[in-house]
């Protein structure tokens, strides 16, 4: 019979059921292994208490702390036997602030007897607030200096001179996990080593069962160094192998070098341009068209700001696989856009997208659109040109996907906004090709370079980081609704003066405001709740709501309209085309005008609730306004206090245009987990000790020792602890990493 390896033994051998059960549903953790990769937040020193100070509100917190005082109040209660209830107040003190716990009802004895001045303990517990001072009632607790049957016990199990707090639940708290830990740590003895010697040798990392030893029981913070930079580049280095072997098999894949004819389709369209590409579109183009003429597929991410030219960019590449005989799909994650897309390419293209019909150009070919609330008629008609190859182009939603799209000769697909499709759906489209075809995914959210080499680390990178000529730039501004209520009634006025000059302008708001239930509420799903969210309690402002507002007040006699997620296409359709013909002044929407919509006369724009919505949310949003020559405007009204996080995010958004610097503001104020796509499973998240901004150079090195690795031996054959590692990985994750949610 085999033997389970020692870290997969399942904990409910090694802990018994019941503690494994809230192991397993609140934590995710399984096996022996599971849990000693579950790592301490931080480090409690003996000497150093907690900072009481600065408990949020709220959270389940374990603190250090000395009792000052302790005080055993009765008092009546029908409740309690003979009409006398008892109340046990405590004080405890680190120093920085006190905090008081409270104990009822039976569960003041235990306490009244143990927790007495002058004693230290570990407290776990939930902050609340109470008489306006922070409490925590019916804290958990451990002594730190017990009674004497105690005191062997917890002196060896807090026998480092640093005591770990671990991520805890309120059905396990910290110690209970360490005590856990402290069951399974020799186990750790029987790690199999994932890294290379040579790479682990060479980088001085110390060996992985030593890295485990010294996270869960440090001496000195020395310790905890040595741990982290050894855990780090485990994380960093297996994750890297994971896409380096799927770049090394799409390496692979066969595919069709596409080169564009000479004088072709794709020269007619340059000739056609009224204007010169900018050098980034030059040098970006280049990179295309190099991979295009291979012999194995394209995996590129073309990223660039709002407006910085991504879509001429990709149609260039589409033109070039047309000219040499193939046929290009463009991937929209919704129809509105879809339709955007397709209206400005047939525009951008003019008699060139008129193939097969009376006065189309020579080189032309035929543009066609396909989604899934098309009549039955053009749709069929949509799929016969595609089929017999009369369709050059074809431009649609995840509609394209399904099995009954045939195509003649698929050379690209073109995803936009990678972030809305997963790897399943991208892989669906890639098989319609007779061969794997090429494939360029573009983004506007600006993702600094870790990010993407961790989240896209199976596509080469292209950036345009340059705005065409032309742009105007935008100026941003706080409006602090609730300080400075006139603040808002000038918004509105500006937006009456960019309407008197001839322009039009959004107004976007965070919901729809028919009372269902919606997915795309930011508040309900983009951020866990904070106090200040709590303290507000007001639903978000919605679309229908604001509208008529703002029809009967401060925009009265200007032509309102409004575009949410749940109206028909067609009618959003007429809307936007109102809009874009500058028969409507102004647009109250939802983030439905987020990406993709082009409308060169709309320069202001106001964000109600902009609190609300992500940084990189708002940069896109934003992005739709100064896209003419005009200047824009982007008034962003929030009723956040002043000295509140949400408002330093708004004011880092006005302060620049720069998606990048944003994009990193955004990561160091959300944790790494929310970055790679909560496509996770459970709460966890794959990165426990690496982070994505401040281990930059970890990761970019991890990158090309695992390039090199897998170059050498793409099986890892000689590497059984890898193998292990990465089947752990891909399991766990399903490939997650390798899509984004």
């Not at 009822?104 to 303990?121: I, M, N, Q, Y």
């Not at 090429?438 to 990010?451: F, G, K, N, Q, S």
């Not at 322009?503 to 269902?516: E, K, L, N, S, T």
């Not at 009618?571 to 060169?600: C, Q, S, W």
Request: proline share 6%.
């Amino acid at each position: 019979m085999d033997l389970v390896p020692a870290l997969e033994e399942p904990l409910k051998k090694v802990l018994g059921p019941a503690t494994a059960k809230v192991m397993a549903e609140h934590l995710g953790l399984h096996s022996v292994g599971d849990l000693l990769h579950h790592y301490p937040r931080r480090y409690e020193e003996r000497g150093q208490l907690t900072h009481l100070a600065d408990l949020p509100m709220d959270e389940h917190v374990t603190v250090v702390a000395q009792v000052a005082d302790a005080r055993l109040h009765t008092f009546a209660s029908a409740r309690a036997p003979r009409g006398k209830g008892q109340r046990l107040e405590v004080t405890i003190t680190d120093g920085s602030g006190r905090l008081q716990l409270v104990f009822f009802g039976a569960g003041v004895h235990k306490p009244h007897k143990e927790l007495l001045p002058g004693t230290r303990a570990l407290f776990a517990g939930k902050v609340s607030l109470f008489n306006r001072r922070l409490q925590l009632a019916h804290p958990a607790y451990e002594l730190l200096r017990g009674a004497e049957d105690e005191a062997a016990e917890t002196v060896e199990s807090w026998a480092g001179a640093l005591i770990p707090i671990y991520p805890a639940t309120a059905k396990l708290e910290s110690w209970k996990i360490g005590k856990a830990i402290q069951t399974v740590l020799p186990s750790a003895q029987e790690a199999v080593d994932p890294l290379p010697e040579s790479l682990r040798e060479g980088r001085g990392l110390v060996p992985l069962p030593e890295a485990l030893l010294k996270i869960h029981r440090p001496h000195t913070k020395a310790d905890i160094a040595d741990a982290h930079a050894r855990l780090k580049w485990d994380e960093a280095f297996v994750l890297q192998v994971a896409l380096a072997r799927r770049r090394h098999a799409d390496a692979q894949l066969p595919a069709v070098p596409r080169k564009p004819a000479p004088d072709g389709l794709l020269s007619a369209f340059d000739d056609r341009l009224p204007f010169t590409l900018t050098d980034g579109q030059q040098k970006v183009s280049k990179e295309i068209f190099d991979d295009l003429a291979t012999d194995h597929p394209m995996h590129r991410l073309l990223q660039g700001e709002v407006g910085s030219g991504k879509t001429l960019v990709a149609l260039r590449a589409m033109l070039a696989v047309v000219d040499a005989g193939g046929q290009a799909a463009m991937l929209a994650p919704t129809e509105v856009l879809a339709q955007q897309h397709h209206r400005s390419i047939v525009e951008m293209m003019g008699e060139l997208a008129e193939g097969g019909m009376l006065g189309g150009s020579e080189h032309a070919t035929k543009v066609v659109l396909l989604t899934g609330s098309m009549g039955t008629a053009a749709r069929r008609q949509a799929m016969l040109d595609l089929v017999t190859g009369e369709a050059g182009i074809v431009i649609g939603t995840h509609a394209l996907i399904e099995d009954k799209v045939q195509f003649h000769d698929l050379g690209l697909v073109v995803v936009d906004e990678q972030h809305r499709f997963g790897v399943e759906q991208r892989d669906a489209l890639r098989g319609k090709g007779k061969q794997p075809p090429h494939l360029l995914v573009m983004t506007a959210t600006p993702i600094p370079r870790t990010v993407a080499m961790t989240v896209f680390g199976d596509l080469e990178t292209s950036v345009l980081d340059q705005l065409p000529a032309g742009r105007s730039p935008i100026a941003s501004h706080v409006v602090p609704a609730a300080d400075k209520p006139h603040f808002l009634t000038r918004a509105w006025e500006r937006v009456r003066e960019e309407v008197e000059n001839g322009h039009q302008a959004y107004v976007v708001c965070p919901r729809i405001g028919d009372d269902v239930d919606e997915p795309g509420d930011p508040k309900k799903s983009a951020r866990k709740k904070s106090p200040e969210d709590e303290a507000e309690k007001r639903p978000p402002l919605a679309v229908l709501d604001i509208a008529d507002q703002l029809t009967k007040g401060p925009l009265n006699g200007l032509r309102v309209e409004v575009l949410h997620g749940r109206m028909h296409p067609d009618d959003k359709d007429a809307v936007m085309r109102r809009f874009a013909a500058g028969e409507t002044h102004v647009l109250v929407a939802t983030t439905v005008i987020e990406v993709g919509v082009n409308v060169p006369n709309a320069t202001a724009m106001v964000i109600m609730d902009a609190d609300r919505f992500g940084v990189s949310q708002l940069h896109q949003l934003r992005g739709r306004v100064g896209r003419g020559s005009a200047p824009g405007l982007c008034l962003l009204v929030s009723e956040m206090p002043e000295a509140s996080p949400a408002r330093q995010r708004l004011n880092a958004v006005a302060s620049t245009l720069d998606g990048f610097e944003l994009s990193r503001i955004d990561l160091e104020q959300r944790r790494e987990g929310d970055v790679l796509g909560q496509a996770q499973s459970g709460a966890r998240t794959s990165l426990r000790v690496l982070a994505v901004i401040e281990d930059e150079e970890i990761i970019a090195e991890a990158r090309e020792e695992a390039t090199a690795v897998v170059e050498a031996d793409p099986e890892l054959t000689s590497l059984p602890g890898l193998r292990t590692a990465l089947a752990a990985l891909l399991d766990e994750e399903r490939e997650q990493y390798l899509e984004k949610g």
